[in-house]
C-alpha cells in the first residue's frame, strides 16, 4: 500500500514525532507505516486523516500486489 504521509507531513511541517503524538501512536509506527512495513488499523488511517484534514483516500492508495 502506497501512502504521501511524508509528503502530508512536509505541507504540514510535521515531524514523525509531532504526528505520533497528535495520533497517540510511537514515532516508530509512523516511520514504518511510511516505509511500507506496516499497514495502520481503520482507526489509525482515520486519525492521520483528520490530522492532515484530507481523505484516508489522498493518503493510502492500493496497488496491485494488494
Given at each position: 500500500?502506497?501512502?504521501?504521509?511524508?509528503?502530508?507531513?512536509?505541507?504540514?511541517?510535521?515531524?514523525?514525532?509531532?504526528?505520533?503524538?497528535?495520533?497517540?501512536?510511537?514515532?516508530q509506527?509512523?516511520?514504518?507505516?511510511?516505509?511500507n512495513?506496516?499497514?495502520?488499523?481503520?482507526?489509525?488511517?482515520?486519525?492521520?486523516?483528520?490530522?492532515?484534514?484530507?481523505?484516508v483516500?489522498?493518503?493510502?492508495?492500493?496497488?496491485n500486489?494488494?
Amino acid at each position: 500500500m502506497k501512502n504521501t504521509i511524508k509528503i502530508q507531513r512536509a505541507f504540514k511541517d510535521l515531524t514523525q514525532e509531532a504526528l505520533a503524538n497528535k495520533i497517540g501512536v510511537s514515532r516508530q509506527t509512523i516511520n514504518s507505516i511510511e516505509n511500507n512495513r506496516y499497514i495502520p488499523s481503520t482507526v489509525l488511517a482515520l486519525k492521520i486523516s483528520k490530522v492532515f484534514d484530507i481523505s484516508v483516500n489522498e493518503i493510502f492508495e492500493l496497488e496491485n500486489e494488494d
